[in-house]
């Protein structure tokens, strides 16, 4: 689990993305994997479509830009409805 960067669903598919650059397809929902990965600490749902790791952000705007900057280079948006809910997990998970 410490190599995944972000989880990203696709219809009744998941593709795991990978600190060495490997993805991974496989056939189960988003929703299957978000209830055994938040159990860990480090996974957050920011969108509909993505589950990522927190320890793999490197910058997170929820003021302008409303997005998450992954250290793979990936950018992903954070819904309006969970920007206040991720800003709280996150000055937790840094413990700000």
Known sequence: MKDIILIQGDGNYTLFHCSNGRR????????????????????????KSYLINLTYVQRYDVKGEDCVWMKN????????????QFAAFMRQYLGL
């Open 24 to 47: 991974i397809m496989v056939s189960k929902t988003l929703r299957d994997y978000e209830k055994l990965m938040t159990e860990n600490s480090s996974f957050f749902r920011v969108h």
């Open 73 to 84: 280079g990936q950018i992903i948006s954070i819904a309006r409805r969970r920007k206040h």
